[in-house]
């Protein structure tokens, strides 16, 4: 694991170096990305902080630097080429008094590179009693206020599934923990739209332009009793869908295949640290 923090380059990635009165620490007033690392190069590297610039204005989160990030992106991708990691990007609120308020110190800016399994090629999930607000003040952003998906990621291991899945207050479904979901209805691939509630994801945006799905807010049952069904993410590109609950699934199915083979031939146009 290699880390940088405000413009310097840790000898010791596991050595002290944010205060106890970071605003991020205490209240959880971050922001973040992660991004895929394929042979020392980031994936889609624009994209992900043009996300984080529209998290930190969501937040309020001023002051931030988005050449500074690039940086800390070069430093953490220098020396020996991670083969498939992650970047995690994180920028605080910085010190700030023991409270909701913050303070005037600059931002912390944090970015993290370590290396990563490759996801299986299929999984199960299982829907969580608790909703996400799509109302919410942090409704799209992707802020570090995670607690809620840690829950629910637990209850997923529990029942020997890796991600959980929320609807939104209206009972459509919104997202999972880490996901965008989507799914096949008589041949038609479906996913939620932004304003369910579900994060803007770019594995998402990407998958619409290169693979195409109809954006369309229903009831969570509708997809749940799907045809195929997979998620995709950062760490899991195009992943299927083999159990939801109880109900299984022939997985990878036709749809999910041809989603996966279309991303793994557009997905090097966008590696490099320029793109």
């Known amino acids: ?9 840790l000898s010791d990635p596991t050595t002290p170096a944010v205060p106890v009165t970071d605003h991020g620490l205490t209240v959880g007033d971050a922001v ?10 980031p994936f889609a590297l624009q994209r992900h902080l043009d996300r984080l610039e529209r998290s930190a204005a969501g937040l309020g989160l001023r002051g931030l630097a988005v050449d500074e990030v690039r940086r800390g992106v070069g430093a953490v991708l220098e020396g020996e080429p991670i083969a498939l990691g992650r970047l ?21 800016v944090i970015v993290v590179a370590a290396p990563m399994d490759p996801a299986p090629e299929t999984t199960a999930v299982i829907t969580v009693p608790w909703p996400r607000n799509e109302r919410g003040a942090l409704a799209g952003l992707k802020t570090t206020s995670y607690a809620e998906n840690v ?47 579900c994060l803007a994801g770019v594995t998402r945006a990407l998958v619409l332009e290169w693979f195409g799905a109809t954006e ?10 799907a045809d195929e069904i997979f998620l995709v993410s950062t760490t899991r590109d195009v992943q299927g869908v083999h159990r939801w609950d109880d109900r299984e699934l022939a997985a990878p199915g036709p749809v999910t295949r041809a989603a996966a083979a279309r991303w793994r031939e557009r997905e090097p146009e966008l590696i490099g640290l320029e793109r």
């Open 1 to 9: 694991m290699r880390v940088w923090i405000n413009g310097r380059l």
């Open 32 to 41: 973040f990305e992660a991004v895929k690392v394929v042979d020392g190069q």
């Open 88 to 108: 995690r990007i994180t920028v605080t609120g910085g010190n700030a008094p023991l409270g909701s308020g913050r303070g005037d110190d600059p931002l912390t």
């Open 151 to 197: 829950v629910a990621l637990a209850a997923a291991r529990e029942k020997g599934a890796s991600e959980a899945v929320f609807a939104n207050l209206a009972g459509n479904l919104c997202e999972g923990t880490g996901t965008n979901v989507f799914y096949v209805v008589d041949g038609e691939v479906r996913t939620p739209t932004l304003a369910s509630g």
């Open 216 to 225: 369309v807010d229903e009831p969570i049952e509708v997809a749940a009793g």
